[in-house]
């Protein structure tokens, strides 16, 4: 994914066929400054999972500054061409505006977004797209069980990308091969994820990138069997440690089932947070220029703050829910506590450092640092829960 729609690439000569190249021989970083672009991609993460029957969807999430001195209300992105099921979401969940557009050119698909407030100078958004792309274009099977994914990218000239990251998630039992450029392969019981990185990407010369692997076909169908000996042994095991110890009853008690509508319920809750919060930001900024009263403002915030405890009421119920019922989802309910409770934190900071640099306790230049590096901390704990709830709002679709 890509914003905007110009394609210009420089071409170099390519190296020796017989040496593998790297990541940084096809993605050119020549060390300009990402000031000197009209935008900023400061994270551009685009995730290739390959299903059991070799599906492809595609996540593509970015991070985007507008560097320009004036706001726009229009984000462009080009997708790989014949994609399909298209889908856009920032950080809460929207559809960053009513209006979606594509346009099929042939060689790529262009999709417009009308974000819901208009991506003012310098201000960031975060945006996820998801789409799906055919297998028939993008896989090439070269024997009953060897098959070649080719990855392509495009980045029009007017953008700097910070970090570049393509990952493909092979389907679970593939094996890797080799790639045409140098790659971090993870290997997690029989699930394989293949990464390829780059940082101050500038240009892209040959933006193609092919991975080998292997995958039985028929593994979908002993991989049920597996997990029914797994079961059984599992089974027996908790069966011979009943026999030697009996448990409470608390301890025997099955888990209740995850339902997907107890994580729509809690995300429901984070938008909904969320609003109040930015509608109190704005209300402090509205009274400290006087475009409205002082008991106004206190009359709505006395209501805003109980809804907000209400809110975060169930939000802790719903966290120790999800985190009993779903094992998987417990290390993402456990990091938006620690971003949350960071942010808290750092607020409290901020106030204590305004305070001392009042009473002069600090001078102007401690006290300017202090609040640059509280500020550069709160903002990757933001960043932290962005990526968060993009992520639990990407299961439940």
């Known amino acids: 994914m890509c914003l905007v729609i110009r394609y210009n690439y420089v071409k170099v000569v390519s190296a020796s066929p017989s040496v593998q190249s790297t990541f940084a021989d096809q993605i050119v970083s020549d060390g300009s400054s990402a000031t000197s672009f009209n935008y900023t991609i400061d994270e551009w993460r685009r995730e290739i999972k390959i299903d059991a029957w070799g599906g492809l969807s595609v996540a593509d999430r970015c991070l985007v500054t507008n560097n320009e001195n004036t706001s726009v209300d229009e984000v462009q992105f080009i997708l790989p061409a014949n994609a399909t099921s298209i889908s856009v979401q920032d950080a809460f969940g929207t559809s960053s505006g009513t209006s979606l557009s594509t346009v099929d ?19 960031k958004v975060r945006l996820l797209i998801s789409y799906k792309l055919p297998s028939s274009v993008y896989i090439q099977q070269r024997g009953w069980q060897d098959y070649t994914l080719t990855i ?25 091969q080799e790639a045409s450029a140098t790659s971090l392969v993870q290997k ?36 049920p069997a597996l997990w029914a000996g797994t079961a059984v042994a599992i089974f027996a095991v908790i069966f011979f440690a009943r026999r030697a110890s009996k448990p409470s009853a608390e301890i025997v008690a099955a888990a209740a089932p995850f339902s997907p ?23 402090e900024s509205q009274v400290e220029k006087g475009k409205i009263s002082r008991r106004n403002y206190r009359m709505r915030k006395n209501s805003i ?58 001078t102007a230049e401690a006290h300017r640092k202090m609040l640059d590096e509280y500020n550069r901390m709160k903002e990757r704990a933001e960043n932290t829960i962005e990526e968060t709830l993009l992520r639990l709002r990407e299961d439940i679709r």
């Open 305 to 362: 703050d109980d809804h907000l405890s209400r809110l975060q009421k169930d939000l802790s119920e719903l966290r120790k829910k999800i985190a009993a019922a779903s094992g998987q989802y417990s290390e993402r309910i456990k990091q938006l506590e620690t971003a949350e409770a960071e942010i808290e934190t750092l607020k409290k900071d901020i106030e204590i450092a305004d305070a001392r640099f009042l009473r002069r306790e600090i």
């Open 261 to 283: 509508d107890l994580l729509r319920s809690f995300l429901n809750r984070c938008d909904e947070r969320r609003r109040l919060q930015l509608e109190l930001e704005t209300m």
């Open 188 to 223: 997690s019981g029989f699930s394989v994820t293949v990464e390829f990185k780059e940082n101050n990407v500038t240009q892209i010369d040959e933006p193609t990138i092919t991975l080998k692997y292997q995958y039985f076909i028929l593994w979908i169908i002993f991989r």
């Open 152 to 176: 392509s990218l495009g980045k029009p000239n007017d953008w700097f990308v910070e970090q570049l990251t393509v990952a493909v998630f092979l389907p679970e039992g593939a094996e890797y």
């Open 105 to 123: 050119y042939g060689a790529y698909v262009l999709v417009s977004v009308y974000p819901s407030g208009t991506l003012g100078a310098h201000e």
